[in-house]
């Protein structure tokens, strides 16, 4: 399928709440973790075979449990690879930032759960079948480990007996899968498909359904060798018989463009607001300027955008007043027209107060495709200074290349951040310097536009 439609079709499912993820080897191969080729290249060598020559790596570890009468070297394997830093993996990350309630993989690592305490982002793991029967409150997405975790590698999935106990073992997965593969949209990423289980239930779903299959969705690096893209080619085909379209990408690297638009689609209505005021000095009266904050949220809801806010002292309260205000007006609430989160001040001693802020500000950005900045300043021992708070948010929306409007008219950090950046003329951002707020509201909402 072409590009083009990948985003668009995928896209549509991540905002309507009907996709879910499933991560192979090859997302955690971005993280500098090896293939299982390169996994099981030494027990092949034990073995007297040629790894190029193997291509079923599952009976190859059965033959080596067989022959020594043991997996102890097979689940220090495990450890080793999968138990070690990984390096960073933009792709996970944006992946991790994708509003998608379900994920599924059949890697040991703990990826996927990493990325999402980086985010301050709440994750269900699902390793044991007894994890099914319960559930972390306040959870934001749902992790299944089907083919078990590195904290447990004598129960990873790996020989071709654990293969064959998988229904037996894993049967309350087999029945959760098969629920989602009916009901929900699949998108397969680092995916292979040669895993003997899961193409078994795929199979039972096409006969049961016939026509009447989802369509899922699957992304391949294309083959370059003749006799392999002849291959590639019929597998290909034979996916299209279980609903699976298939997008053919040159390198990996592509994905990374792939997905970010299609965050940037997905959040297209998110907007962050930054600020904080403990005085107004620079820009009007405190009456003006509490006009302002208001007057702009409110209107933003009324145009249907989200609105995604710390709540910032002296410009929080008002935006959530705006925020009344809007939603009042309309005959039809959106299901989500606000996100506030307010940032705790007493602290776990798992991590300092800076780190949490952190994570708390990247859960936030990450979710959204515009950021507006005004003000910035906050009360520090008696005296006005500038927020650097503010900072550290203009940072993180650079970093997940928001679009930028700094209304440098209301001053303090927000302006000392545009007269910065005036020189760059950074195509993402925009300075507004009309201190007249309907001039201000309607750049905004032009831009917006």
């Known amino acids: 399928m072409k590009k083009s ?30 293939d299982w080729k390169t996994l099981m290249k030494d027990i092949v060598e034990e073995l007297e075979l040629d790894i ?29 690879e999968f138990d070690k830093k990984a390096e960073k993996n933009e792709l996970l990350s944006i992946l991790c930032q994708l509003p998608i309630s379900s994920l599924w993989t059949t890697n040991y690592d703990g990826l996927i759960e990493d990325e999402y305490v980086n985010l301050n982002k709440v994750l269900d793991v699902k390793r044991r079948q007894n994890d099914l029967a319960i559930s972390k409150a306040n959870k934001e997405a749902t992790l299944y480990k089907i083919h078990g975790d590195v904290t447990e590698p004598d129960k990873a999935v790996i020989t071709r007996d654990d293969y064959e106990r998988f229904d037996i073992d ?11 593969l009916i009901s929900r949209c699949f998108i397969f990423i680092g995916y292979s498909f040669n895993d003997p289980n899961f193409n078994q239930i795929l199979s039972k779903i096409r006969i ?9 969705y699957y992304v391949v690096k294309r083959e370059t060798d003749e006799y392999d893209r002849i291959r590639q080619k019929l597998k290909i085909e034979d996916l299209l018989e279980y609903g699976i379209q298939t997008l053919e990408i040159d390198d990996y690297h592509e994905l990374v463009e792939i997905f970010s638009e299609i965050r940037h689609n997905v959040y297209c209505k998110n907007i962050f607001i930054s ?13 003006e300027s509490y006009s302002l904050i208001r007057a702009l949220s409110r209107q933003l809801i009324s145009e249907d955008f989200t609105i995604v806010n710390g709540h910032g002292i002296g410009v929080g309260e008002y935006v959530i007043q705006g925020i009344i205000e809007g939603l009042a007006n309309k005959s039809n609430i959106p299901e989500n027209p606000f996100v506030i989160k307010v940032f705790p001040q007493q602290i776990d001693r798992k991590k300092t107060k800076l780190e949490l802020w952190t994570s708390l500000r990247e859960n936030m950005i990450s979710q959204c495709r515009t950021a507006i900045f005004m003000f910035g300043n906050k009360w520090d021992k008696d005296k006005i200074v500038l927020a650097n708070g503010m900072i550290q948010e203009y940072q993180i929306a650079l970093k997940y290349k928001l679009n930028i409007i700094l209304i440098s008219s209301t001053g303090y950090q927000t302006k000392v951040i545009a007269d910065q950046k005036r020189d760059e003329s950074l195509s993402n951002e925009t300075v507004i310097d009309s201190k007249d707020n309907e001039q201000i509201i309607k750049e905004v909402l032009d831009l917006l536009k």
């Open 52 to 80: 190029e020559k193997e291509n079923d790596l599952i009976s190859i570890a059965q033959y080596y449990q067989n022959r020594t009468r043991s997996r102890n070297k097979l689940n220090q394997k495990i450890i080793e």
């Open 275 to 287: 600020g904080s005021a403990a005085e107004y000095q620079e820009f009007s009266s405190d009456s």
């Open 208 to 216: 049961e359904l016939l026509a009447n299959k989802r369509t899922h």
């Open 170 to 180: 894993k049967g309350l997965f087999v029945k959760y899968l098969t629920s989602e």
């Open 5 to 34: 439609s990948f985003i668009k079709e995928v896209t549509a499912e991540i905002t309507a709440k009907r996709a879910s993820l499933f991560l192979g080897a090859g997302v955690s191969r971005g993280s500098g973790f090896s």
